[in-house]
């Protein structure tokens, strides 16, 4: 017999089916839905690199080149297959490689399933600002070239991201049932960072001279992703620092956290950090653990505790907080100056992020 879902519940809760055990069940099938989006997600980049390697090579070259770069090579290719995958014709009639996989593919998933990846057709990369986080999995993010918002979720199933209101986010973002998801992953820049990327961001776009901007992050997104990579991340180029004790707090991060963004971003801090404090130099490991922390902990919410930085680095948990905030009073001081200096930028986002 089909149960009533507004009706009472049978373990005598109290409360309606819906709300009690029959919730169980929506999460249940919810999960499955999850999983399948994600096992689709996957079959499709199998997809594109097995059956159309030599045109992703063509749109977006030898992935040899980011090699020196580490992690961040990595995502520069990465996320330039999944606009290629979206957004590059790969058929002499025009056809993407998402269009060919809905054709040949999809009949292996469920209607469900097959009816939400007919609607990625169309998609397109966007760099998105985080204007509200909901739950840990659920945020509301805001397209910082046609304001359009959206409400993301991350399935289960991927690692928790660590987002704060503020940050910008780069990926595509593919219908997931009820709200909208990632396709397989995002890109993250601290939320200190934002002015950079939009201004960086707009300015390519004026560059290129067109008015819709879907159809520019369609056409030209290798363009707007570099230009946004450089204008936050210091690639490994030779660096002269005025002082041999600001090199060597570079080599003390190198030695202990981890190569990938957050070592570039703790390096554009810290340059930025030398170039306007000119700061002196007692204890290299002591600043080497303070910018460690504040990228970690403070800008991207990573779990990491100053006691065990402390005997990672050699120097007093207590030292390390009192750095923190002398660092971070400063670095917060100059920011501030900065957005007072983009007066009209800082007044439009106050108003998109009010909905005016």
Not at 41 to 64: F, I, R, S
Not at 76 to 82: A, G, L
Not at 150 to 177: C, N, T
Request: aromatic residues 10%; proline residues 4%.
């Amino acid at each position: 017999m089909k149960r009533e879902r507004s009706a009472l519940c049978s373990c005598g809760s109290g409360k309606k089916y819906k709300d009690c055990c029959g919730k169980d069940n929506i999460v249940s099938l919810q999960a499955v839905m999850d999983e399948q989006l994600t096992e689709c997600m996957h079959d499709l980049l199998w997809y594109a690199t097995g059956e159309y390697a030599n045109e992703l090579l063509n749109a977006v070259g030898d992935p040899k080149q980011w090699e020196r770069h580490g992690e961040i090579g990595e995502a520069i290719n990465f996320f330039m297959i999944n606009w290629a995958i979206f957004c590059v014709p790969v058929t002499p009639k025009g056809e993407t490689i998402i269009e060919r996989y809905v054709k040949r593919r999809s009949s292996l998933w469920r209607p469900s399933v097959r009816s939400i990846l007919s609607s990625w057709i169309g998609a397109v990369p966007s760099f998105d600002i985080v204007a509200e986080v909901q739950e840990e999995r659920k945020f509301i993010v805001q397209d910082v070239l046609t304001s359009e918002r959206r409400a993301v979720r991350i399935f289960d199933s991927e690692p928790s991201p660590h987002v704060k209101k503020g940050d910008v986010l780069m990926g595509i973002i593919v219908p997931a049932g009820e709200a909208y998801t990632y396709f397989t992953t995002f890109f993250s820049f601290p939320n200190i960072s934002a002015r950079e990327i939009v201004d960086s961001l707009k300015e390519v776009w004026k560059e290129h001279g067109m008015t819709d901007a879907r159809e520019f992050l369609r056409t030209s997104f290798p363009s707007a992703w570099m230009a946004v990579v450089r204008s936050i991340i210091s690639f490994v180029d030779p660096f002269e620092w005025e002082h041999p004790n600001y090199a060597a707090v570079v080599q003390e991060l190198e030695k202990k956290m981890p190569h990938g963004a957050e070592l570039d971003i703790a390096k554009m801090i810290w340059r930025e950090y030398c170039d306007t404090h000119q700061p002196v130099i007692r204890s290299v490991p002591l600043h080497a653990a303070a910018l460690h922390y504040i990228v970690c902990r403070v800008l991207r919410g990573e779990v990491v505790t100053q006691t065990n930085l402390a005997r990672l680095y050699g120097v007093s948990a207590s030292s390390i907080s009192k750095k923190v905030n002398d660092m971070m009073d400063h670095i917060m001081h100059h920011f501030l100056i900065e957005m007072e200096n983009g007066k009209d930028f800082d007044e439009k986002w106050d108003d998109d992020f009010d909905g005016k």
